[in-house]
């Protein structure tokens, strides 16, 4: 009742701000609702309201469905329970201040994101080209900052460039004001060693099957060349692959073999500089092994294994219908593994198990249906008259269906039959 309440109030709330307030104050941001593992169809329902409603006014809802297990199901779902959108703010209008700077000299031009949710891609123009700014040994574009950086200046740099901005998730584009970019009179830069200015961090949490990108790029006159290694003096990924300027290395596919300690390197004549970090594989669970739906007679038991692959190993937990199970006189838990004893009518139900480790929660669903019936001869009745030669041998078959399996016995007459020796 309280979730109800909680679903209902959420929905009223945010219809009564985007009508009223018709986005006089626009951006109001909801990072996430958690749901119960187990959701009714009214409350499902009532979430694909309030996501209709945001789409009407350009608000991007990601991952609405959450995980209902329907009847006769056996499907494996994730999590799936957060509620995410995104968008973009416009760039303040007010004119940005010139640079200035001499001739062989590097730079940095701050693109400066107006407040966001989602991810960005960041690309510059320079005067009226329309062709965004190309990268090349002199100039990198950092996807992390949004910043432009020229390694070393010249002549043919000086004008003005504009720092454009895409929220592909919410399908908007922005586009700063201009930063002129001016040549100083005063001399010209003599040579001097790099200086890393976009360096990638020091640890860095990688997903399995992922594309992990480490951006390294310095300033410094000669231009610096860029050079990538593994520390521990093995190969680079035979996958891997570099930008034009080898400024980003690129691993695709990323796997527990890639995890490691990772240096870029910035070299001119007049020396060198080093940036470094680390590379730490993780993996969300996996289903290797997952329950399936099951008929099973009363009295009987009931032995269901799940196994999920994931760094870090997953823990197990088992729901029935929603509830959380835990070890008691006929039901034993022990990580992966169910086991019920002495099966009745009231055990069936759909069961989950789930597998979670710190990144991520995935569930196996199945149904365990107990049987319990008399013996009956409907559907394999035994025949009323059998013939066969003096001498000859006969079998006569007696296949009741019944839960549990019936006790056969059987009779010649009023006499009871036995066993040969």
Not at 180 to 205: A, C, H, N, W
Not at 258 to 274: P, Q, S
Not at 279 to 290: C, D, G, M, N, S
Request: proline share 7%.
């Amino acid at each position: 009742m309280a979730f109800a309440q909680f679903s209902v109030g959420v929905f009223r709330f945010l219809s009564l701000m985007f009508q009223k307030l018709s986005f006089a104050s626009p951006r109001i941001y909801i990072m996430s609702l958690k749901f119960p593992p187990y959701t009714d169809p009214m409350k499902f329902f009532r979430l694909h309201l309030l996501s209709s409603s945001l789409k009407q006014h350009n608000v991007v809802v990601k991952r609405v469905k959450p995980p209902i297990i329907p009847n006769n199901s056996s499907a494996s779902t994730s999590t799936g329970r957060d509620v995410m959108w995104a968008d973009i703010e416009e760039f303040e209008t007010k004119t940005r201040s010139t640079v200035s700077v001499r001739e062989g000299q590097g730079v940095v031009l701050l693109c400066g994101p107006p407040p966001h949710v989602g991810a960005l891609s960041y690309a510059w123009t320079f005067n009226d080209n329309p062709l965004y700014v190309q990268e090349d040994n002199r100039r990198f574009v950092s996807q992390e900052t949004g910043n432009l950086y020229i390694a070393k200046v010249e002549p043919s740099d000086v004008g003005n460039y504009t720092c454009f901005i895409t929220n592909k998730e919410a399908q908007r584009s922005v586009q700063g004001p201009p930063t002129p970019l001016v040549q100083r009179t005063d001399g010209v830069m003599g040579e001097y060693e790099p200086k890393i200015e976009v360096r990638f961090p020091e640890s860095i949490q990688a997903a399995k099957d992922s594309s992990v990108k480490l951006e390294c790029f310095a300033l410094g006159n000669p231009v610096p060349d860029i050079s990538w290694r593994r520390m521990d003096g093995s190969l680079l990924p035979g996958k891997a692959k570099y930008s034009k300027s080898k400024a980003i290395l690129e691993i695709p596919n990323f796997q527990q073999e890639d995890e490691g300690f990772y240096e870029c390197t910035a070299g001119n004549l007049r020396g060198r500089n080093i940036a470094k970090g680390q590379l730490i594989f993780y993996a969300p669970p996996e289903w290797e092994q997952k329950i399936q739906n099951t008929y099973l007679s009363i009295y009987d038991s009931l032995f269901w294994e799940c196994k999920a692959s994931g760094k870090p190993s997953p823990c197990y937990t088992w729901l029935k219908n929603g509830e959380r199970l835990n070890s008691e006189e006929r039901i034993r838990i022990e990580n992966g593994t169910l086991i019920i004893t002495m099966l009745n009518i009231s055990d069936s139900g759909v069961y989950q198990c789930a597998a979670e480790n710190k990144y991520q929660i995935i569930y196996a669903n199945a149904e365990l249906k107990v049987l319990a019936s008399a013996p009956n001869f409907s559907k394999s009745p035994v025949k009323k008259l059998s013939v066969v030669q003096v001498g000859g041998d006969i079998a006569i078959e007696c296949k009741p269906i019944a839960f549990p399996t019936a006790a056969i016995s059987w009779k010649k007459g009023t006499e009871s039959l036995r066993q040969s020796k």
